[in-house]
T-cell receptor, first 113, second 113 residues
Framework: DADVTQTPRNRITKTGKRIMLECSQTKGHDRMYWYRQDPGLGLRLIYYSFDVKDINKGEISDGYSVSRQAQAKFSLSLESAIPNQTALYFC????????????FGPGTRLLVL | AQSVTQPDIHITVSEGASLELRCNYSYGATPYLFWYVQSPGQGLQLLLKYFSGDTLVQGIKGFEAEFKRSQSSFNLRKPSVHWSDAAEYFCAVHTGTASKLTFGTGTRLQVTL
């Protein structure tokens, strides 16, 4: 079984809808991250969390919110989806003992119409 | 703030030829350096990483990278490319202070038979 899983893998939604992307990990890592990937822009950090009580904004957090329900679960919400949030979203985890090596999930491809 | 430059957006090589993908970073001290590969429709897989010590690091799938402090570079190499190496490659840096990875914009590798 994969160490970092994301659901759904693909999602089509309409402008204005609220959606949630979920991430679960079995690696036992404390740190979790959400990135979005756009062609030609690489990966950009949306939010990150160092433990259940710690949430931090990344470089492009506007229009997004997150929830760290447990050590193993970190969800990303789009409160009111807009077309320019169409992207590939990745969850990642890391462990400080591993010197910040991040392990990525398979990604969620989101299309906002 | 740290930054990463991958100057080649797209590279095409013949199967069996050698490969070098360039990565330059901007940071005052020695960062943690990573190379990830993203195969079509897949998440990011860690190829190799550099934290300290020997400046030539070996990774999976026959890849290696060399850290050159004087050039602020961390170029990825492979002596003989296989068709299955066609993918997008991302260089990333972690400075240990901002607690996040900064990614380059990626280099897409095409392999011709």
């Amino acid at each position: 079984d994969a160490d970092v899983t994301q659901t759904p893998r693909n999602r089509i939604t309409k402008t204005g809808k609220r959606i949630m992307l979920e991430c679960s990990q079995t690696k036992g890592h404390d740190r979790m991250y959400w990135y979005r990937q756009d062609p030609g822009l690489g990966l950009r950090l949306i939010y990150y969390s160092f433990d259940v009580k710690d949430i931090n904004k990344g470089e492009i957090s506007d229009g997004y919110s997150v929830s760290r329900q447990a050590q193993a679960k970190f969800s990303l919400s789009l409160e009111s989806a807009i077309p320019n949030q169409t992207a590939l979203y990745f969850c990642a985890t890391s462990d400080l003992a591993g010197q910040e090596t991040q392990y990525f999930g398979p990604g969620t491809r989101l299309l906002v119409l | 703030a740290q930054s990463v430059t991958q100057p080649d957006i797209h590279i095409t090589v013949s199967e069996g030829a050698s490969l070098e993908l360039r990565c330059n970073y901007s940071y005052g001290a020695t960062p943690y350096l990573f190379w990830y590969v993203q195969s079509p429709g897949q998440g990011l897989q860690l190829l190799l990483k550099y934290f300290s010590g020997d400046t030539l690091v070996q990774g999976i799938k026959g890849f290696e990278a060399e850290f050159k402090r004087s050039q602020s570079s961390f170029n990825l190499r492979k002596p003989s490319v296989h068709w299955s190496d066609a993918a997008e490659y991302f260089c990333a840096v972690h400075t240990g202070t901002a607690s996040k990875l900064t990614f380059g914009t990626g280099t897409r590798l095409q392999v011709t038979l």
